[in-house]
């Protein structure tokens, strides 16, 4: 059980240690829970997930990603761009 304990406090150093080094510390759990949506969605080979999609991935309700995506995008850590293909969703750049 140690050696798990261990392992754990070692990757939440490391991830700590990420966090400062993107400057995101500040971020609150909700913020975080996008984000780390949104860049895991990115890394899955898709550039640009849409809204829709962040909210299904992340389990949070669509008001509470709205507001948090409004956030992001006034840090200026995300850009929201409408859809080509469907004009009612928008998709989400990383800046």
Do not use: C, W
């Not at 400062?20 to 640009?48: A, C, W």
């Not at 949070?60 to 409004?70: A, I, N």
Request: charged fraction near 25%; aromatic fraction near 4%; hydrophobic fraction near 35%.
């Amino acid at each position: 059980m140690k050696t798990i304990i261990n392992s754990i406090n070692d990757a939440l150093s490391m991830l700590h240690g990420l966090e400062q080094d993107l400057n995101i510390t500040h971020f609150s759990p909700n913020e975080l829970r996008v984000f780390y949506t949104i860049v895991m969605g990115n890394s899955k080979g898709k550039n640009k997930p849409n809204i829709s999609e962040v909210v299904e991935r992340s389990g949070m309700s669509r008001s509470t990603v709205y507001k948090t995506l409004r956030k992001l995008e006034d840090e200026e850590i995300i850009q929201l761009s409408q859809s080509g293909e469907d004009k009612r969703e928008s998709m989400i750049l990383l800046s």
